[in-house]
């Protein structure tokens, strides 16, 4: 081998040893994400994902990368993979990867696009949304799994997530319009700020109906020109129930 080429080699090295890691980078080295939980990651995503027909390649690609059992409680790792949700404390869950996945995929979120998330929970559907969009606003009432999250989220190694301890019936208005909308608790309405703040062409994804009863899953959309269009994605499901700031 010659000098030149040498020299040559020795400088792509050094190059590519100090480009910036991406955000799935950081989850996939992140202490605690082993190959065990690794294979359990595409196991779940072959099993409970594309069987049930969900086929957006960026979705499967951030539900493979995102380590789902770092947003679990310590002792509920065992199960973080299973096709269910997952109790976090404060009466909140996790939902089951499933769902997770089927409302990503209804937003059909862009590399460019500005998301925000409105139940923030242990973090997880922020950090799946955070794999695929530019940047992430998501917003969480109780303040300890807020505070958790936000934790969590850094540690990860995630700097387009950003998260806010409010109602989250508000919105964020400061960082609006918003290309998608997720809501992860359900409402017996749609709140109208979220509507106002979803940008136009956007979509908004929210479950709808009574607390502790049998909700829809309902896909908003907005036109180019600002009409509104309703439509249920899926009948049938449990969130746990929207919570509203104290008076």
Same mark, same amino acid.
């Given at each position: 081998? $010659?000098?030149?080429?040498?020299?040559?080699?020795?400088?792509?090295?050094?190059?590519?040893?100090?480009?910036?890691?991406?955000?799935?980078?950081? /989850?996939?080295?992140?202490?605690?994400?082993?190959?065990? %939980?690794?294979?359990?990651?595409?196991?779940?995503?072959?099993? +409970?994902?594309?069987?049930?027909?969900?086929?957006?390649?960026?979705?499967?690609?951030?539900?493979?990368?995102?380590?789902?059992?770092?947003?679990?409680?310590?002792?509920?790792?065992?199960?973080? %993979?299973?096709?269910?949700?997952?109790?976090?404390?404060?009466?909140?869950? =996790?939902? +089951?990867?499933?769902?997770?996945?089927?409302?990503?995929?209804?937003?059909?979120?862009?590399?460019?696009?500005?998301?925000?998330?409105?139940?923030?929970?242990?973090?997880?559907?922020?950090?799946?949304?955070?794999?695929?969009?530019?940047?992430?606003?998501?917003?969480?009432?109780?303040?300890?799994?807020? $505070?958790?999250?936000?934790?969590? =989220?850094?540690?990860?190694?995630?700097? $387009? =997530?950003?998260?806010?301890?409010?109602?989250? %019936?508000?919105?964020?208005?400061?960082?609006?319009?918003?290309? /998608?909308?997720?809501?992860?608790?359900?409402?017996?309405?749609?709140?109208?700020?979220?509507?106002? +703040?979803?940008? $136009?062409?956007?979509?908004?994804? =929210?479950?709808?109906?009574?607390?502790?009863?049998?909700?829809?899953?309902?896909?908003?959309?907005?036109?180019?020109?600002?009409?509104?269009?309703?439509?249920?994605?899926?009948?049938?499901?449990?969130?746990?129930?929207?919570?509203?700031?104290?008076?």
């Amino acid at each position: 081998m $010659n000098m030149t080429r040498k020299v040559l080699l020795l400088l792509i090295f050094t190059f590519l040893l100090y480009l910036p890691l991406s955000d799935s980078a950081y /989850c996939l080295s992140m202490p605690g994400d082993t190959e065990h %939980y690794r294979e359990l990651r595409h196991k779940m995503v072959e099993t +409970q994902i594309v069987a049930k027909g969900v086929k957006d390649e960026l979705v499967l690609k951030a539900m493979r990368d995102v380590p789902r059992h770092l947003f679990v409680p310590e002792r509920s790792r065992g199960s973080a %993979y299973r096709d269910h949700p997952l109790a976090i404390g404060y009466g909140q869950t =996790i939902s +089951q990867p499933y769902i997770v996945a089927l409302m990503t995929e209804w937003l059909k979120p862009k590399k460019d696009d500005i998301a925000l998330e409105v139940g923030t929970g242990s973090g997880y559907q922020a950090a799946v949304l955070g794999q695929i969009v530019q940047s992430v606003y998501t917003i969480e009432i109780i303040s300890p799994l807020g $505070n958790a999250a936000e934790k969590r =989220i850094k540690e990860i190694g995630y700097k $387009n =997530i950003l998260v806010k301890i409010a109602d989250g %019936y508000f919105g964020w208005e400061e960082h609006a319009p918003f290309d /998608c909308v997720i809501v992860t608790a359900a409402s017996d309405h749609v709140p109208p700020p979220l509507i106002k +703040q979803l940008k $136009n062409g956007g979509r908004m994804v =929210i479950p709808v109906g009574h607390p502790f009863r049998v909700q829809n899953l309902m896909l908003i959309e907005k036109s180019k020109k600002g009409e509104i269009q309703v439509k249920s994605i899926l009948p049938g499901v449990i969130f746990v129930p929207f919570v509203r700031e104290r008076k």
